[in-house]
């Protein structure tokens, strides 16, 4: 099992930045994907999932209106748009596998985990 996630990067507050995560080694459209955040000194908080069809979603409430996650099961590829960027989403953003129960129940824990991509938003 791989997940790969884009290069993050420096962005300016207010700016945009799409991350994605490629996966492989298991079949990407039987399970729910979820990105996670670790800021410095912070617990890793989830961020946004998806379910295994695109149809669900859900997102910590300080992301809400700014984040949208996106999936591709053709490409095997999850994304996070992340627009009107502020310097507390400073973050390693890692993506994840997840089960469709927790998007609907919020039952079970994350499966397989990327390596991680560092984002900072800063002037």
């Known amino acids: 099992v791989q997940l790969v996630e884009s290069e993050g990067g420096l962005v300016q507050p207010g700016g945009s930045l799409r991350l994605s995560c490629a996966a492989s080694?298991?079949?990407?459209?039987?399970?729910?994907m979820s990105w996670y955040r670790q800021a410095p000194g912070k617990e890793r908080e989830l961020v946004a999932a998806?379910?295994?069809?695109?149809?669900?979603?859900k997102y910590t409430d300080s992301v809400k209106g700014r984040f949208t996650i996106s999936r591709d099961n053709a490409k095997s590829t999850v994304y996070l748009q992340m627009n009107s960027l502020k310097p507390e989403d400073t973050a390693v953003y890692y993506c994840?596998?997840?089960?469709?129960?927790?998007?609907?129940?919020?039952?079970?824990?994350?499966?397989?985990w990327g390596q991680g991509t560092q984002v900072t938003v800063s002037s």
């Open positions: 994840a596998t997840h089960r469709d129960v927790y998007i609907y129940y919020g039952v079970g824990s994350p499966g397989y």
């Open positions: 998806i379910t295994s069809t695109g149809g669900r979603t």
């Open positions: 080694g298991f079949t990407f459209s039987s399970y729910a």
